[in-house]
């Protein structure tokens, strides 16, 4: 276990690129390869979360290899076409491959068996199996819903309107992915919009989808036996992975850092409308759409923040970044409140009482509530920790290992991290950058 310690340091400057969003680099995999035809994809975030997507699509009979210039092509196997895997599905860390994959395999007449590493064996499947066995899929979880979990698909499977209970991309993704090979038209109530990468890319690669609006909420409609086409797919920067470095620039005093082609889908900038309600300085410069998802260059300046009351409907467009945002909100001035992040507590970890640890352990102030996290700012000064060499413990979380990789930064005497390792799942490049834009 590589432990690593974060230092204060020089303003962030310069320009930099973060890898490529991870959500999308998935789906582009997933629907490539279930198009028939041959597809090409630039700028794929190449994580083992990602690969894991990769190696999984390989065993449902898709072709995919990496060109030396880092274009995947992809060949794709056709809806209804996949080939019966011939060895467990190892998904590693990946709750998302996990779950989209789940919802893909759900409509075809073979079985498989997902498996994980042990942080992922711990993450409740139920949320998507639920649904899928209403469709006709059948599955043996071991207990709790967790990995390793046989699936059995259903062919032909059946068709539902499913109104989502909770706020779910993942789920949200399952069903539609299912209905791609199942008669007739399923749908999805929504009743928060959660990030819209599938629709967006499904429609992209041809599929019949119409989203309309009934009582405030969204009705996604996907007609089944759909023909996928072959696209060429455009990744932009992972949102996610920019905003360590955006909030590292705004809390670094005399940072004013250019992030590159950011995605700026509105389902997932919702870290940006939070730091500019607290002061942050970030611009847009040259706003474009790529691939039907909108992309501008960021520029980030050290600005003074203040602490928010989080308004909790934001929560979904912005639930993989709130480790981070607390660590912005334990140098601001004046308190933050955040409520309703139930959802943090079944993430890779228990992301609201492992960074309430890890923040305290740092010298900030926080409370812990049942669903967030109060954070009392320093008004900008330096976090300072408890002077013992203790070590911030990551428990296999790359989030949580990036949040207080930046706390570090703003810190008196540096911020020591037990496992390093974890940040490859996400972003392997994370600290090559960090060093870069601070040297």
């Given amino acids: 276990m590589p432990s690593h310690t974060f230092q204060p340091s020089a303003p962030l400057t310069g ?75 190892d998904m590693g860390n990946s709750g998302t491959s996990t779950r989209l994959m789940m919802g893909l395999l759900a409509s075809h007449a073979i079985s498989a068996t997902f498996i994980g590493d042990a942080s992922l064996s711990g993450r409740p499947m139920n949320r998507v199996i639920d649904p899928l066995s209403q469709m006709g899929a059948t599955f043996e979880a071991s207990p709790g819903g967790t990995l390793p979990c046989m699936l059995r698909g259903a062919s032909p499977a059946v068709p539902i309107t499913y109104r989502l209970p909770v706020a779910s991309a993942q789920v949200k993704s399952a069903v539609l992915l299912a209905g791609l090979n199942t008669p007739g038209i399923t749908r999805v109530i929504e009743p928060a919009p959660t990030r819209d990468h599938t629709e967006r890319m499904l429609t992209g690669f041809g599929a019949k989808l119409e989203v309309t609006e009934d009582n405030g909420e969204r009705v996604i409609a996907i007609h089944g036996e759909a023909d996928l086409k072959p696209m060429d797919v455009v990744v932009p920067g992972d949102p996610s992975s920019a905003a360590f470095f955006i909030v590292a620039a705004s809390i670094v005093p005399g940072s004013d850092l250019v992030i590159e082609n950011v995605g700026l889908n509105p389902t997932r900038a919702g870290i940006v409308t939070v730091l500019r309600q607290m002061g942050a300085d970030i611009e847009e410069l040259s706003p474009r759409e790529v691939g039907g998802e909108p992309v501008a260059d960021l520029r980030v300046r050290h600005a003074r923040l203040k602490g928010v009351d989080v308004d909790p409907a934001i929560v979904p467009s ?16 004046g308190t933050t409140r955040t409520t309703g992040l139930e959802e943090l507590r079944v993430k890779e970890s228990d992301r609201i009482s ?32 408890t002077p013992d060499s203790a070590s911030v413990a990551t428990r296999l979380d790359h989030r949580i290992a990036m949040s207080m990789a930046v706390s570090g930064l703003v810190s008196r005497d540096g911020v020591r991290l037990d496992d390093i390792a974890p940040i490859a799942t996400s972003f392997p490049s994370f600290i090559d950058l960090l060093e870069n834009a601070t040297s």
């Fill in 15 to 89: 320009r930099l690129r973060v890898p490529g969003d991870k959500s999308i680099s998935h789906r582009a995999l997933m629907f490539a390869g279930l198009a028939v035809g041959q597809s090409r994809i630039t700028g794929l975030l190449e994580g083992e979360d990602v690969l894991a997507t990769a190696a999984a699509m390989r065993q449902l009979g898709a072709r995919i290899e990496r060109s030396e210039d880092g274009t995947w092509i992809v060949d794709g196997a056709g809806v209804g076409s996949l080939l019966e895997p011939k060895q467990a599905l």
């Fill in 318 to 333: 912005m639930v993989d970044e709130f480790p981070v945002l607390f660590v912005a909100a334990a140098l601001a001035e």
């Fill in 354 to 385: 492992v960074m309430a640890e890890a923040l305290t352990l740092a010298g900030a102030r926080v409370e812990e509530q049942e669903d967030g996290l109060t954070i009392h700012g320093t008004g900008g000064e330096p976090l300072h920790g």
